[in-house]
T-cell receptor
Framework: GENVGLHLPTLSVQEGDNSIINCAYS??????FIWYKQESGKGPQFIID?????DKRQGQRVTVLLNKTVKHLSLQIAATQPGDSAVYFC??????????????FGTGTQLKVEL | DAGVIQSPRHEVTEMGQEVTLRCKPI?????LFWYRQTMMRGLELLIY????????DSGMPEDRFSAKMPNASFSTLKIQPSEPRDSAVYFC??????????FGQGTRLTVV
């Protein structure tokens, strides 16, 4: 039968190019944001995070940009490699009174790296 | 350092049977989360614990689902009785307060 499921946006890039994956969040109270990478058959893997008092944070080959005005988050991957092929999720959370910490995940973006 | 450990990795069971999924969080983490991932609904939060106490179980789909955390190093998610629509990958994750959640490799559950 037809495989019906979430329609994941797909980003195809050439090996060596830079990738930009975008994410919109809805909760204006969110103050902590995380990007995850999920390879087939594995659990989501932490890539990089950013707090709401920052608008940019860099890691190894990855940069996260946060625009709180429009509630937008992006992940930039430099010199994309075949091993970067995966589904990428953004997640946001806020700390509740009493310490509650609840992550809300986006639907994900499939990144395909073409040789 | 061991990450979040889940067992079993795969489970196939018949409709109506009880299923128990297990999780060992990262030592020292005070939050534990159970998520379910399906093609139709993506990644859904079922329940989470803080210091072994359930904080929010609003994502638990039905009374057939229950979760416990008897101590800081162990949690279970139980489905009784199981139904084919429960087939999914179930993830456990743990975190420190205000920190990123780290996920296990998941349990792929198939109910036939």
């Amino acid at each position: 039968g037809e495989n019906v499921g979430l329609h994941l946006p797909t980003l195809s890039v050439q090996e060596g190019d830079n990738s930009i994956i975008n994410c919109a969040y809805s909760n204006s109270a969110s103050d902590y944001f995380i990007w995850y990478k999920q390879e087939s058959g594995k659990g989501p893997q932490f890539i990089i995070d950013i707090r709401s008092n920052m608008d940019k944070r860099q890691g190894q080959r990855v940069t996260v940009l946060l625009n709180k005005t429009v509630k937008h988050l992006s992940l930039q991957i430099a010199a994309t490699q075949p091993g970067d092929s995966a589904v990428y999720f953004c997640a946001d959370s806020f700390i509740l009174t009493g310490g509650g910490n609840k992550l809300t995940f986006g639907t994900g973006t499939q990144l395909k790296v073409e040789l | 350092d061991a990450g979040v450990i889940q067992s079993p990795r795969h489970e196939v069971t018949e409709m109506g049977q009880e299923v128990t999924l297990r999780c060992k969080p990262i030592s020292g983490h005070d939050y534990l989360f159970w998520y379910r991932q399906t093609m139709m609904r993506g990644l859904e939060l079922l329940i989470y614990f803080n210091n072994n106490v359930p904080i929010d179980d609003s994502g638990m789909p039905e009374d057939r689902f229950s979760a416990k955390m008897p101590n800081a190093s162990f949690s279970t998610l139980k489905i009784q009785p199981s139904e084919p629509r429960d087939s999914a990958v179930y993830f456990c994750a743990s975190s420190l307060t205000g920190g990123a959640a780290f996920f296990g490799q998941g349990t792929r559950l198939t109910v036939v």
